[in-house]
């Protein structure tokens, strides 16, 4: 159930005018390029992004709290332990990116892709995600605490030590993933779609002795 939706693609123009994002002179940014440099120690509140593309882009130790990216594409980029907390983040793609330790706590997401990206150890803790799909992935140790899940999907994930306390995975389905151990409570598994050799993990997950 949890695969049979689409993601609405970010809405592109196409020209976009190559911009210096370290010469910025306000907090509004849109139809930019911006490509191949790295924005070092940015620590700003409430910037919003529109219809951007990041290329080739390095974030070194940026915070960026109640960020608004909308139509936004970013492609082999680099955001690790990057601060999105609180960020509202609609019709993005993260394309071949390196994402270690992403903070989106408390952020709402509609409409987003991660295609074959590390994610491990990033925090999407009491977020909203809504129409999300991670395909080809790395998400171990990520941190889905609290997380309001609606219509996300996992596809050939890896979600080893990922953590689901307190979020209900009713509908999502993990069978094309792989994990040897997952951090959940008993009310987060009813109705999550798996394959019949991680229903074997999941039932030692839950304390079940597998008498075969």
Do not use: W
Not at 53 to 64: A, E, I, K, M, P
Not at 82 to 87: A, E, L, P, Y
Not at 110 to 118: A, H, I, S, T
């Amino acid at each position: 159930m949890s695969q049979k939706f689409k993601v609405q693609k970010p809405k592109i123009p196409a020209q976009l005018t190559p911009f210096d994002y370290n010469e910025r002179e306000d907090s509004y940014i849109n139809m930019a390029l911006i490509s191949d440099c790295s924005i070092s120690q940015e620590e700003v509140e409430k910037v919003r992004f529109e219809e951007v593309v990041f290329r080739n882009v390095t974030f070194l130790d940026g915070s960026f709290r109640f960020v608004q990216l909308t139509d936004v594409i970013f492609e082999r980029c680099d955001l690790s332990n990057v601060d999105f907390t609180d960020g509202i983040i609609h019709r993005v793609e993260f394309r071949d990116c390196k994402l270690l330790g992403l903070n989106l706590a408390d952020a709402a997401l509609r409409n987003v892709l991660f295609e074959n990206c590390n994610l491990n150890m990033g925090s999407f803790g009491y977020a909203d995600l809504k129409e999300i799909r991670f395909e080809n992935c790395s998400l171990r140790s990520a941190d889905f605490y609290e997380t309001k899940l609606n219509k996300l999907g996992f596809k050939d994930c890896d979600l080893e030590d990922a953590n689901f306390t307190g979020t209900t995975l009713k509908g999502v389905d993990l069978s094309t993933c792989k994990f040897n151990h997952l951090n959940l409570s008993l009310d987060s598994v009813a109705g999550c779609i798996v394959s019949a050799d991680q229903a074997i993990g999941f039932a030692r997950l839950l304390g079940l002795e597998i008498k075969e």
